[in-house]
Each structure stands twice: as structure tokens, then as C-alpha cells.
């Protein structure tokens, strides 16, 4: 173990590097830049609201807020987890020329979409200020679910890029899988409708509505997290970081041949 730490700090320069330059290419020729973090939630927030809110049955005044909740930490987990499905193949030329461990490469990509992430969260901020959300203490607690996306988005990224290099549909099968997450989330619709329909288990199976549940609970209503929901997304999150490391390591000797 020792020795592993020593040789992720050996490296931490060139990490750093990468995520700089995840971070430059992704808004490369971009006019709006950065800026555009801030400005797509809060316009895809607007969108989404005028368009769900016709739908629901009652009234909620932080009904904008649910929606940018939900909608950023989806969209993270999404971004990164897709991230770090290609990067073995995407840096299959300085993997064949040096040697580099090569789970810097999906973890730059992640924490590359993390940083991105954190720079969005003032939106939430502006949100909140102007729906006049109370400030309770328990917004303090909202870090807790942050901290178990980064790590749960990690955990996946890594099994996605090891399965990535020797099944290359793996990508186009992630995106339908994304897909049926995203509507399983609830980011823009109650979830009582559906658990009133006997489906209570779509919810309790998707770890990451059991994150989304929480930093609501946190961000918007000012109440205490839901217990079950972060002993499953603990354990959910802790559990896949285990076993794409465990998984990784395994299969990375053979990346060279595949890449």
C-alpha cells in the first residue's frame, strides 16, 4: 500500500497536467468559455421548468432548484463516467511510448469533470438566492454526496475504461444505460407519482437518485439526509471504487495489446 501511494504522488505533477489539459480542450474555440459551465444549467434549468412544470400536480416554488439539482449531478456522473470510458484509448500513444500508471488517465478525466462540476455550483447558489430558499445548517451536509458521486463516478469510470479496451460496444451500450438512469433519477418529475404505481424499486436500485435525494434534502428543503439512501449510496459508491480498482489493475497488463 505504501508503495502505491508513493507512486500516485510520484506522478502528481503530470495528473495536474492532464486535468489542465482536459479541462483547455473541452473549451477550446469556445467564445463563452468557462462561462458557458455557469450559463447551460441555468438555461437548460429555464427550459426544463416551463416545460415540466405544466405537468405536475401542485404548485412548488423551488421547483427550478429540483431541476438544477438533479440535472448537474446527472450530468457529471454522465460526462465523466464517458470520459474515463475512453481514456485508454484516447492516450493509446503516450501509453505505447512511456510508461505512465495508467489509471491517471481516467482519474484526470474525472477529476477534470469534477472541477467543471464544482465551478457550475454557484449557479445553485444564485438559484437558491433568488427562489429565497432557507439556510438551514444542513446545507453543510450536502458535501457528503458530493464527495460519494466523485467517487462512485471514479469507481465506474475505471470499469468502464478497462471494458472499454477489449469490448468497444461498450460505449454505445453505456450511452442507452445513461439513458435509462437519467429517467430513473427523477431530475425533472416527482418521484410519489411513480412510487404510487408500485415502482418504489426503480428508485431504490439507482444509487444515484439515492445522491440526487440527498443533496436536495440538504440544498432545498433544509432536513436531514435520508439514512437508507446514503447507506446504499455509501456502500454503492465505496464498493464500485474497490472493484474498478481491483479490476483495473487486473486487466491493465494487457491494455498494449488491445489499444
Given at each position: 500500500m505504501k508503495n502505491h501511494i508513493t507512486n500516485f504522488f510520484k506522478y502528481d505533477f503530470l495528473l495536474s497536467e492532464l486535468v489542465k489539459k482536459d479541462i483547455k480542450l473541452k473549451y477550446r474555440r469556445s467564445i463563452l468559455g468557462l462561462f458557458w459551465t455557469l450559463l447551460e444549467p441555468l438555461?437548460?434549468?429555464?427550459?426544463?421548468?416551463?416545460?415540466?412544470?405544466?405537468?405536475?400536480?401542485?404548485?412548488?416554488?423551488?421547483?427550478?432548484?429540483?431541476?438544477?439539482?438533479?440535472?448537474?449531478?446527472?450530468?457529471?456522473?454522465?460526462?465523466?463516467?464517458k470520459a474515463a470510458m475512453k481514456a485508454i484509448r484516447t492516450n493509446s500513444g503516450m501509453i505505447k511510448k512511456v510508461y505512465i500508471p495508467k489509471y491517471i488517465y481516467p482519474l484526470s478525466n474525472v477529476i477534470s469533470n469534477f472541477l467543471i462540476f464544482l465551478l457550475s455550483l454557484p449557479v445553485v447558489v444564485l438559484v437558491a438566492i433568488v427562489l429565497k430558499v432557507p439556510v438551514t445548517w444542513h446545507v453543510i451536509e450536502g458535501i457528503i454526496p458530493l464527495v460519494l458521486l466523485f467517487i462512485m463516478s471514479l469507481g465506474v469510470g475505471m470499469i468502464l475504461s478497462a471494458m472499454a479496451v477489449f469490448f468497444r460496444d461498450i460505449e454505445y451500450l453505456w450511452s442507452v444505460v445513461l439513458m435509462l438512469i437519467m429517467y430513473c433519477s427523477a431530475i425533472f418529475y416527482e418521484p410519489e407519482s411513480v412510487i404510487k404505481n408500485g415502482y418504489a424499486w426503480v428508485f431504490s436500485l439507482n444509487p444515484l437518485y439515492a445522491i440526487i435525494t440527498?443533496?436536495?434534502?440538504s440544498i432545498i428543503y433544509g432536513t436531514s439526509m435520508d439514512m437508507n439512501a446514503l447507506i446504499y449510496s455509501t456502500v454503492f459508491s465505496f464498493g464500485s471504487l474497490i472493484i474498478g480498482v481491483w479490476f483495473f489493475y487486473k486487466k491493465q497488463d494487457k491494455f498494449i495489446l488491445n489499444i
Open positions: 438555461l437548460t434549468m429555464l427550459v426544463l421548468t416551463v416545460v415540466f412544470s405544466k405537468l405536475r400536480s401542485k404548485g412548488d416554488e423551488y421547483f427550478p432548484l429540483y431541476i438544477l439539482t438533479g440535472r448537474l449531478i446527472y450530468s457529471f456522473f454522465a460526462n465523466s463516467t440527498n443533496f436536495r434534502n
